[in-house]
Nanobody, 128 residues
Framework: QVQLVESGGGLVQPGGSLRLSCAVS????????IGWFRQAPGKERERVTC????????FYEDSVKGRFTISSDSAKNTVYLRMNRLRPEDTAVYYC?????????????????????WGQGTQVTVSS
């Protein structure tokens, strides 16, 4: 059974940091692109970042570039999202998702449409 389980969300002050985790199971981890998306109240789900674990290629949206870092640990079948210098605008439910081969992690090929499996989401709230 394919599963993706996010964890690590919570309440943090502006300028603070959080690390989210996405534990994956039920499929060959390194054959898939893993992406992070987020959805704020009243807004559409938007892409954040992705990684292709087989070669560690990554992509970041401009809104998070330089602040967020995605990484993978194949031994643990886990993808991480380190979020630094958080802003109130980062408040959202964060989802990880997996895209089946031959998906790739590049700007023009990364989006929700390319994802086959989704986690349940974890809430990140950035507020004083």
């Amino acid at each position: 059974q394919v599963q993706l389980v996010e964890s690590g969300g919570g309440l943090v002050q502006p300028g603070g940091s959080l690390r989210l985790s996405c534990a994956v199971s039920g499929f060959s981890f390194e054959d898939y692109v893993i992406g992070w998306f987020r959805q704020a109240p009243g807004k559409e789900r938007e892409r954040v970042t992705c990684i292709a674990p087989f070669d560690d290629s990554t992509f970041y949206e401009d809104s998070v570039k330089g602040r967020f870092t995605i990484s993978s640990d194949s031994a643990k079948n886990t993808v991480y999202l380190r979020m630094n210098r958080l802003r109130p605008e980062d408040t959202a439910v964060y989802y990880c998702a997996a895209g089946a081969p031959p998906g790739v992690c590049v700007d023009t090929m990364f989006g929700a449409y390319a994802m086959n499996y989704w986690g349940q989401g974890t809430q990140v709230t950035v507020s004083s």
